[in-house]
Every structure is written in C-alpha cells, then in structure tokens.
C-alpha cells in the first residue's frame, strides 16, 4: 500500500468509519476520493485484504456480504497514513524551497 | 445477466465460492441495466488476474486459505474416527500386562506407553487447534452466527445427554460386577455396554460434523490458518506413530500371548481377535483420511507462506 489512490488503501480508509457491503464501498471510495473502482479491482482488493486479515466479511444480510476493517487493518492503515503524511510533508516543504528560490532568481 | 455468470467464471472456482454471489449482488447493484464494457474487462482481467495469482502461487489468496481449511477439517473428522478406534483399544488392552511374563513385556509395555503419550499429545494438538479458533467464533457468534450453526450443536448437545447419562449408570454397575463379567460374562452389561459405544459413536460423530459447519463459516486470518494447518500435520504424524504402536503390540502379544488376544482361550487364529482387527482397520482408515487432509493442507500453504506471514 504506497499510493492514496491504491484500491486496498481506499477500502480501508472507507470500512474505517463502519463496516460496508461492495456497493457502498463503491460509492463511498468514489464520494471521498473521486476513484471509480471496476468490480475487478474492488474485489480483487477485498479478496487481498481479507486473506491477510486486514479486512474481514461479516455474515451475509441476503446476498450482500458486509466487511469491515479488523485491528491488522487499522493498524495498516494508519501506518500507510503516516507515510503519506510524512510524503506530504516532504513535498509540502520541497515545494516552499523552489518557490523561495524561485523568488530569488526573479 | 447469463454473460455476467460467464464473466464471474472467468474467477477460479474457490474463489467464486467465496466472493461469487457477493460479487454478483454488487453488479447487480452498481449496474442493474446492461452491463458496461469497462466493467466488463475490469471483471475478466480481475478474474484472470487472480487466476494467474494462484497458479503461479504468488500472494495470498481465498482458495488457498479455503483449501487448507478443508484440509484440516479432513484431519479433524479422520482424528474423530481414530478416537473412537482408540477407545475401542484402550478396551480391548486392558491389563493386558497381567497376562505376559518380565521377559516378554518390555516391548509392548514400551509401544503401549508410547500409544498413550502420543495420544495425549495428539489430544492436546487438537485442543490446541480449538483454543486458536475461539476469538473468530466468539466473532462469528456475536454477529448472529448462532443461528447458523445452532441445528447441528442441538443436534450433537441432544446426543451427548443420553450418552453421559448412560456413562454414569454404566460405571455404577461396572463397580458392582466382577472383572471377568465386566469382560463378557454378564450378557445384560456387555449389551449395555455395545449401546454406550454406539452412543458415544453417534456423539462424537454429531459434533464432528458441528465443529465443521461451524469452522466453515470462520473467519481465519492467515497466521491462525497456517497455525492451524501445521497442528493439523502434528495429529496426522501422531496418528501414524499411534498405529504404528499399536500394530507393533499386537504383533508382540500375538507371538508372547496370544491367548490375551482370544479373550483368554488360546487357539490358531488367536491372534486375529475380530474386534482387534476392525479397531486397526478403523485406525488405517482415519490414518489414510487424515493424510489426504494433510497433503491439501501442505499444499495450501506452499502460496500462504510464500507471501509471507
């Protein structure tokens, strides 16, 4: 899990409010960060993240199997979110540094 | 509708068995008209992808998990069959060093305590394989999986009651009878006694298949399920070394004493004590089983471990 946009990253940060069927995973990872994901990719990833017990399937309300994120998976997640973070405040000063020199050369 | 069913067989069937009707509600769903292309390849490619994935062995995947699952199970329901088989000997052993001399009785004294030892570990395997389950069935149970399972544990629980009721009332009159009527010469206790072993039969067969409806609906992590594959290798050795053990008595008895084995009246098929033979076949059979569980639990966890712990 390295980029925000990651799938297994998305559902992770969706199920972290409440466990949620594929569907409102969908819709969820689509409202929050503008990802449409194909039905191939959502559940590869929800098949991925179950069997390393980051996620893991509730029993089925009629054909819809709700998930929901485990303490493997919190803990996952937050690690992939302090390394966004600190990626984000690499970039963050990087970026006050061209613009700092930037004003210099001009 | 019919090329969505053909689309999700591009999935591999343990997985379909997993995620294949979850998978089909959420197209239903998100595309309750036609089908879109996009959706369409992004379908066929996650099913090859993840057909590729598992032959290639790469990753962690739910057929591997299913598949060792069912290979512990195999072993479980073997190690059930086995302990009746073992029950059986134990009866059928009793103070069978009475009847040997000093000379003859170290080897089968030795492959008997040997028999005994590797059952209680065996035994403390399989306790083990339980204690790693409970957190994911307290988790099962709490998310209404009772009523999932509940049939099948009635079942068993009604079982076991007139069975403990009949141990009771069998050890009561045990105490009051002799050892040879314990042993064949009282009719009324030795038909008794033939209805209490089916009863435990029927028990520990009843909660057999419980522990196995119930298991198949667990939610394992990985580590739990590779932890529970390894226990399940340890019983299946400890079933080998058990028959191992108790054919090696045998055959010591039958050439040190085989009038023990005829139930005390020496003769040339002595040593072929009827019950004796069904109880080794029963065991030979449980060990066969169990192994064939123990080969698709190996071979489960060659892609679970590869992708690390």
Redesign the interface.
């Known amino acids: 899990m390295r980029r925000a946009n990651d799938p297994p990253v998305l559902i992770l940060t969706s199920l972290a409010d409440g466990p949620k069927h594929g569907h409102a995973l969908a819709k969820d990872i689509e409202r929050f960060a503008g990802v449409s994901l194909g039905p191939g990719a959502l559940y590869g990833a929800i098949s991925r993240l179950a069997e390393r017990g980051l996620i893991e399937a509730l029993p089925a309300d009629d054909r819809r199997r709700p998930y929901r994120i485990t303490d493997a998976g919190a803990a996952a997640l937050a690690e992939a979110v302090a390394e966004m973070r600190r990626l984000a405040e690499v970039g963050t000063e990087r970026l006050a540094c061209t613009a700092r020199l930037r004003r210099r050369l001009a | 509708m019919r090329g969505r069913s053909w689309l999700l067989r591009c999935y591999p069937r343990g997985?379909r068995e997993?995620?294949g009707?979850?998978?089909?509600?959420?197209?239903d769903?998100?595309y309750p008209g036609r089908l879109p292309v996009?959706?369409a390849?992004?379908?066929?490619?996650?099913?090859l992808?993840?057909r590729f994935r598992e032959s290639a062995g790469l990753?962690?995947?739910?057929a591997?998990?299913a598949r060792l699952r069912d290979g512990v199970l195999v072993v479980l329901a073997a190690w059930a069959a086995f302990v009746v088989a073992g029950a059986s000997f134990a009866k059928l052993s009793e103070h069978f060093d009475s009847s040997l001399s000093e000379r003859t009785r170290a080897v089968p004294d030795l492959a008997y305590t040997a028999l005994q030892a590797v059952a209680s570990l065996s035994g403390l395997a399989v306790v083990a394989g339980i204690a790693f389950a409970i957190p994911a069935l307290l988790?099962?149970l709490t998310?209404?999986?009772w009523n999932?399972v509940r049939r099948h544990v009635l079942r068993a629980a009604a079982a076991t009651v007139p069975t403990v009721a009949m141990t009771a009332g069998l050890v009561g009159w045990a105490h009051q009878l002799t050892g040879a009527q314990r042993n064949g010469g009282s009719a009324g206790y030795s038909a008794a006694f033939l209805v209490w072993a089916v009863l435990v039969a029927v028990s520990v067969g009843l909660w057999t298949v419980a522990a196995v409806v119930t298991a198949r609906r667990l939610?394992l992590?990985?580590?739990v399920l590779l932890v529970e594959g390894a226990l399940a290798i340890t019983v299946t050795v400890g079933m080998l070394v058990m028959v191992a053990a108790a054919v090696t008595w045998w055959a010591s008895l039958a050439s040190t004493s085989p009038s023990f084995l005829a139930g005390g009246v020496a003769g040339p098929t002595s040593q072929w004590n009827p019950q004796l033979v069904a109880t080794v076949v029963l065991m030979l059979s449980a060990l066969t089983v169990a192994s064939l569980g123990t080969v698709r639990v190996v071979r489960a966890a060659r892609p679970l471990v590869a992708s690390g712990v």
């Open positions: 997985w997993r995620y009707e979850d998978l089909a509600a959420y197209l769903d998100a996009p959706a390849l992004s379908l066929a490619g996650g099913g992808a993840q990753g962690t995947d739910a591997a998990g988790r099962l998310r209404g999986g999932q939610s992590s990985r580590p």
